[in-house]
């Protein structure tokens, strides 16, 4: 039977909302909040948006009223009191009251700020400037609706059983990647797919398909407001932005060197056991170990995002074993652009030699290759990221020259601060 | 939101019910229905299962106690008020009134006869004795039923994830046909697969697939019951039952020669158009055309359910000549076997000869071929045939002996009365 109440309420949305909660965000971002809002709450920063893939015209695919119908509906929402309980009282990496009762008294008062929103070339000009603390947190909602609303300026032609049979191709293209994986003994696989997702339900569907399919071998995901409707474990440590703001912030060439290292200290005060992941990769893995204090190899393992992920991942071994630390005892969370054959590589490779994890992003929850003509689905490379603190360009170096970011003389300043080489180029998909 | 109605509905049902309408059958069972209500009512008939597929053992998958609990449900059944105004004042291959209110007054009180169950060998043994026109509405029901009720013990071991990506996975493969199938100009093709349908749900799901995806060249289905609810044309003209029964009762072997034109003789005064179909292959097609009568020759069609296809094909083309027809102006209408490659090759060699119609069975409505462990949801070869009239025994000889039924000594008999030699054997898939 049809539910009339609820097809009249749904006659009366304006819009379709794409993000309906404000923890339909990465857990990382929360963790991260509650460091800025400790350390460094009143630093101006400057989010943009930034599409790596040109080809892409979103300008031109997306109506720019509605992308600030969605952005404005983000605006209008607040903590709910049941998501404040759930972050207050879950237990999170083993541990209960994670958020402190004045960051929650804060996220609790919190409306996004307003954002700017220009056309240019046919790309949009998305920028968000405010306090850190509350402008770091449009990232991930403003990627998750520029991906649905690509998505949805592509399904907007197709016939209804069309569209079915879209999905049913959909779901049988990661059933089969789970069948892969499902062999594998001792796999540990996340969700890192909120921010370049298909659609808010369609990643939804895929967590739980992950969920039946993989049992145990899927950890949890890193999006807050599926972990806490489907009673599963929310995943994420931190993220560039750190050590990009607190390095922008530096006043001197002495200061920017050490910036790295700051932001760990800040966290290894809030911080331990699985949460205490090295990303080191921002202004280059080999210098930032190389320099690195003894109290950081004493930490639990390190996230490779950029470069060729096995390379990082010996680079980490041959540190460990360089600091007297047992690699077998230690993590190591792979995130860059992985999909299933790269994640059973990975893991035949190093899982006797380390712990081994697995944060699977774009090709998770937005793997439409080939199901369209034109490939009009196919993901892109669109990311949102601080590019100024306090009125100075950020920078970032990262493995892969391809993911540099920031103005050509403050890269070339960071390259000698962080004695940066030559570096190998790896193509960016997603 | 949940209809909390619906669910506390679900909740008092017994049984999910596969058959919920006395017209979830095939439209051309209720216009033989209504003729030999015409012509022979009192004419005692026995129906019988019988499994072709000798490695099914259905008795060993199917619990005799669910299979009872849907037979029975299907004797609580009456003909609706609704599905009696369609019935009476739909517009059916162009007329209206297509049945006689006798009829419909006689349909509207009925009741399906009681069933014989049993289980021999791994099979049941299921049959339905009464008068004609009572025993024959059977048929139908009673193989989806068992059809039904085999998948869903193959479906009751799975996750909930498991199966959805299973219907994808099938919606897929149905969909990739419907694409083979899209670019042919001037296909004609009708849904014929009801008696083996992986489900009722599937099959209204595949209907409504092709709606979408071929647009006019579906041209609609034998369900009637599916005709109904989606506003589509229902499709369908005459069976084997026919000449089966008459032949049986003819009293010497001039009689029963001339059994076959008898039947088409009581048709010719009753229908007209696209409802004048040959169906030739009873007691083999070539002799039946040899010693048919000229009115035959003027019939708009033939129907090939058996042997070669093309052979089939030829053999009418060739006929019609030999009678003075135009076959340009004939329509052959292919129904036994049938997969998108089959027609696509069917309409390739005749369609600039003859106009061709497909009536697509088994394998639209039934092809889970390969996407279960151990094939278990492929289909098979189940039948429910009159096996007995007046209380002599019925036989059929077909173009294909694979599909020869009835007493050796009675075959011999007819293939004599009937001069078939040599035949062709063809395997028997669906």
Known sequence: MVDIATRVHDHQWKIDPIVRSLIDTDFYKLLMCQSVFTHRRDTQVTFSLINRTHRIRLADLIDEGELREQLDHIRTLRLTRGESTWLRGNMFYGKRAMFRPDFMEWFEGLQLPAYQLEKRDGQYELTFEGSWP???????????????LRSRAVLSQMGKFELQVLYARAM??????????RPTPNLRIADFGTRRRHSFLWQDWCVQAMQEGLGDAFVGTSNCHIAMRRDIE??????HELPMVYAALAEDDNALARAPYDVLSD??????????IILPDTYGTEGFLKNAPDWLAGWTGIRIDSGDPATGAETAIRWWQERGEDPTKKLVIFSDGLDEEKILQLHAQFAHRTRVSF?????????????VPGDALAPFSLVCKAISANGRPTVKLSDNPEKAMGPPDQIDRYKRVFGVGEQQPVAVVV
């Open 359 to 371: 944060g699977w992003g774009t090709l998770l929850t937005n793997d439409f290759r080939g199901l």
């Open 134 to 148: 509350e402008v770091m947190l449009w990232e991930i909602p403003a990627l998750s609706v520029l991906m649905e």
């Open 267 to 276: 966290w290894h005060a809030e911080h331990d056991g699985n949460l205490r």
């Open 234 to 239: 929310a995943i994420g440590t931190n993220a």
């Open 172 to 181: 049988t293209k990661l059933w089969e990647k789970v069948e892969r994986l």
